[in-house]
């Protein structure tokens, strides 16, 4: 992620926020098990993209993301009061596919190598 200074550290505000928020203020049930991995605030401030890993299925990470939606508003108002800028940025909640997608290669080598790596390297 690239961006000016200001853009990254309202980026890490709105994280630690959403992060905390998640953990101690939502006492909505489908918001569960939901990691915040990363935001991306836009150029002018006024967007703010959250990335989550859920634990759980695709329908779990579906009415994850629903919960998160519907608790934007309450979300941005918590942001607000940390980050000190013009707008607060309009948060946008988005599976974080890089978390999907590592899991998933550990997975395939776990098949391949159903023994683990450990002590190969010593054996070369």
Known sequence: MTGSRRT???AEAIREVVAMSILTDIKDPRVRDATVTRVEVSGDMRYAKVFISVRGDEAQEQLTLRGLQSAAGFLQAKCAKRID????PRL??????GVKDSLEVTHILSELFPDGMEGKEDKQ
């Open 8 to 10: 990254l550290k309202a």
């Open 85 to 88: 800028t013009r707008y607060t």
């Open 92 to 97: 946008q909640f988005q599976i974080d596919q």
